[in-house]
């Protein structure tokens, strides 16, 4: 019996990216808005993520 493959994990994205953008917003003078920005784009990467693993099946 094949041992069943482990999913990819995109979820670090989720975390990484509303931390990340809010360090980044410090420097400029606007944490939430970039938190919010990190947050858009580590949602797309963990979705982007979910599809290709979904694919490999």
Partial sequence: MPKPR????GGIF???GPVI???YGIGRG???L???YGF??????A???WLVDKRRG
């Fill in 34 to 36: 970039w938190m919010l």
């Fill in 14 to 16: 989720l975390f990484l």
């Fill in 6 to 9: 482990t999913p990819a994990a």
């Fill in 30 to 32: 606007e944490p939430i």
């Fill in 47 to 49: 979705v982007i993520i």
């Fill in 21 to 23: 953008g809010a360090l």
């Fill in 40 to 45: 858009g784009i580590g949602f797309a990467l």
